[in-house]
């Protein structure tokens, strides 16, 4: 019976003969140690901030959360988070979901966060490289993301889209450009919009890779995060967006995206 693993690179990558090359290239990135990790925290039947609790533990690292505001109950809420690392940003937005509106959120990611076990009953898929042979997936997610919005629904999103390629103040890094469609669907909806900071710091390895190169910078995050494990304690910082709805959506995105890094 084949071993259980969240990340299998055949998938990824589709060439004659790679199987034979496959173990190396795990290793080389890390891969080998998330499945590892993987398969020493999952079990049948786990939900998504169990899951993403046992993960950090496994990782030595710890996170608590500072909610200066939060979303009421049954307030439509859209939680935009900064993405310095990759997954352990994930893992950590997660619980914070979890902690506001316990089993009652969904994520938007990427087709590989909603094709996992964990987490694909509360992710909405999009495609943000343009790449997904589907091209009907970003609309039917927005298209989902609104109608959970106008449920009263809470929703977590990382509105870069990609890790954040370069370091800003402080050596932290900074994110990519936020898109405004997130602004847009909040306004559709009437959701009220939440940052969270989160103060991670990239390697550079990761920061030397191009963002032109989306794909092998994705081989890499594995890697990234097996860097970060030690005993350290992260402070997540979660405050309510001002109104910005007398901007247009591009200028209310450059504001948030400033402030999310302001807070870290």
């Known amino acids: 019976m084949a071993k259980p693993r969240l990340i299998d690179t055949s998938h990824w990558i589709q060439l004659p003969g790679f199987a034979l090359v496959q173990p190396a290239l795990e290793r080389i990135t890390g891969i080998d140690g998330i499945n590892e990790i993987y398969r020493r925290v999952r079990r049948d039947g786990m939900g998504p901030a169990e899951f993403c609790a046992g993960a950090l533990a496994d990782l030595r690292l710890q996170v608590a959360f500072e909610c200066r505001e939060t979303p009421p109950p049954g307030t439509p809420a859209i939680i935009l988070a900064n993405h310095p690392t990759g997954m352990i940003e994930s893992l950590m937005l997660i619980l914070l979901l979890d902690s506001l509106r316990p089993g009652a959120w969904r994520l938007l990611s990427n087709r590989f966060v909603a094709s996992t076990p964990e987490f694909g009953s509360h992710a909405i898929p999009l495609d943000p490289f343009g ?8 609309l039917r997610g927005l298209g989902t993301a609104v109608r959970w919005l106008k449920g009263g629904g809470c929703l977590g999103a990382f509105p870069a889209g990609r890790v954040a390629p370069r370091n800003g103040s402080g050596g932290l890094p900074r994110d990519a450009p936020w898109t405004p469609h997130l602004v847009r669907l ?6 009220r919009i939440f940052l969270a900071s989160i103060p991670l710091a990239s390697g550079a390895l990761l920061r ?4 032109s190169l989306p794909k092998l910078r994705a081989l890499f995050l594995a890697r990234e995060t097996l860097r970060h494990r030690s005993e350290t304690r992260t402070l997540v910082r979660l405050t309510e967006a001002p109104d910005l709805s007398h901007l247009p959506a591009a200028e209310a995105t450059l504001k948030l995206h400033a402030l999310c890094h302001e807070n870290l």
């Open 131 to 138: 790449v997904d042979p589907d091209p009907h997936l970003n």
């Open 186 to 191: 909040a306004r559709l909806s009437g959701a």
């Open 208 to 211: 030397a890779l191009p963002p």
